[in-house]
């Protein structure tokens, strides 16, 4: 599976399959340039699963790791994997 990145000045996302309708979906804004808010996480129903979901959080959280920023998250998703598991809290805020 290969997860995609867009991202502007302000705003991104990741995402698998088609830019336009992705199969699976992260969404975050740039609160700063330290802070990401993650606000979202969709994944379609034939991925269910598939752990989809924690691959997308894994790899924004390698770009965090690499480009020194901290997560934020909104998302309820995020929010329950952060609490659950403490592989994120190096790049949690």
Known sequence: MKIKIKE??????LF????ENPKAEMEFTK???????????KVSEDLK???????LL???AEKARNEHFK???D???VQHVFNKYDDYKDVQL
């Open 71 to 73: 997560i934020k998250a």
């Open 75 to 77: 998302c309820s998703y």
């Open 8 to 13: 502007n000045q302000h705003s991104g996302k």
């Open 58 to 60: 894994d790899h924004v």
């Open 16 to 19: 698998v399959g088609e830019e």
């Open 49 to 55: 699963g598939q752990s989809v979901g924690r691959k």
């Open 31 to 41: 609160e700063s340039e330290n802070l990401i808010n993650v606000k979202h996480t």
